[in-house]
């Protein structure tokens, strides 16, 4: 007999008992991947992914072909043609935000004059926008412990308020994703507030977004009680938000939203999928775990300075002895770059700027540290098909720390930053009205005979 649940998230045994059967019978051998040359993950044995579409939107570099060889090169990233370093110094040179600019280049394929960003930012602020009473019956009611849960609830919940949600058009869904880019800030800022007040006890704290304010400028207006931050902090931040917001067709949250799109339905549910796969630890959540270590990593590291002592440590990693004995050092490596991601060689420029100004330079120089050694001590274990580098994450952790951005809100951030990406490939998927995406799986089980129900 079914024992009484004394909660509704209880595990029992019999819950427990079932899972095992559940492990036993849904296990497939390592070796049948090979045998059946299955790419596991759409990724061959170099970490090359497997070609499943094409897109205008993005381009991810990081190899060369010289007499049909894959050279490995320093990386590159291109947003509809334009490289992202010199997008990015643009913007630094004139002393401006960039995150809208690219915005605006992601889903029209071309760079703003001045007229059209203007009216590309009144229009933003126009969405900006929630819905009569949205704050108070939405995301006030049961507020998750996790931001990005309460991200989809609101934009799976926003559904119920647009009379065209069904509509696919190019117009509407265009009008969708505007307005969804322009949410998102208020959304996830507005959502930690809830979590904090109802969970912890603490003040809640509500401020409207300012229409003069970027994007980058009204995260920190609205995220902090008195409004405050300095115009340094501002800039890197929006400078986090144009180098996280598209990384091509492939990535995980990206394919999900080509795939999802492709089946024909609404907007939200395409978004709302894309929330769910960036929550995850292997992709949007990686910058936390990478945070996480090097928290661990100050305790146990005596000497920061001390080259031998650091490298230990990642040789502790490695065997699976330090931090979480996952094996894995957080930050080093990517499924595409080799020698280099730009996004994390751009970044790590502002990154000492700001730890110069929260006085926190022995922690960038440790950083720096970790980022020179790693790379030798993973060559120097293992046998690797690409080289390994620092990705975007390894810094991306300690500049949100150094902005005091909540850890709840690491992964909403860079939801708010790829949006944009999302909703540009959803848009070129519905234009391409191509075939819905249905890959082949391959059954392995034997076939088996009816069994009567009374002879089980």
Known sequence: MVQKLESYSEVTEDIIKLSE????????????????????????????????????????????????DMIPCEGKLFYHGYDIDELVKGFVRDKRHGFEETIYLLLFGQLPTPEQLRFFNELMVAYRELPPSFTRDVILKAPSRDMMNSLARSVLTLYSY????EDISIANVLRQSIQLISLFPRLSVYAYHAFKHFHDDQSLYVHAPLPELS????????????????????????IALV???????????????????SSGTDTYSAI?????????????????????MFDDMKEKVKNWSDDREIEQYLVDLLDKKGFDKSGLIYGMGHAVYSLSDPRALIFKQYVEQLSKEKGLDDEFELYSRVERLAPEVIG?????????????DFYSGFVYKMLDLPEELFTPIFAISRIPGWCAHRME??????????????NINKHREYVEFNSR
């Not at 390592?30 to 759409?42: A, F, M, S, W």
């Not at 234009?431 to 082949?440: E, H, M």
């Open 243 to 261: 180098l996280h917001a598209d990384h091509g067709g492939g990535n995980n949250s990206t394919f999900a939203t080509r795939v999802i799109t």
């Open 272 to 292: 709302a999928a894309a929330i769910g796969s960036l929550k995850g630890p292997k992709h949007g959540g990686a910058n936390i775990k990478v945070s996480y």
């Open 380 to 392: 120097a274990k293992r046998k690797t098909f690409k080289g390994v580098s620092a990705n975007v």
């Open 162 to 165: 647009d009379e065209k949600a």
């Open 429 to 442: 998927e519905l234009v391409g009205g191509g075939k819905i995406v249905r890959p082949a799986f391959k």
């Open 215 to 238: 994007t980058a400028r009204n995260i920190l207006y609205m995220l902090r009680p008195d409004n405050k931050y300095t115009e340094l902090e501002a800039e890197v931040l929006d």
């Open 21 to 68: 059967q559940v492990t036993g019978n849904m296990r497939i051998e390592p070796e049948l991947y090979t045998k059946y040359d299955v790419k596991r993950g759409l990724r061959d044995i170099s970490g090359k992914g497997v070609l499943a579409g094409l897109t205008n939107i993005a381009e991810v570099k990081s190899y060369v072909i010289d007499d049909g």
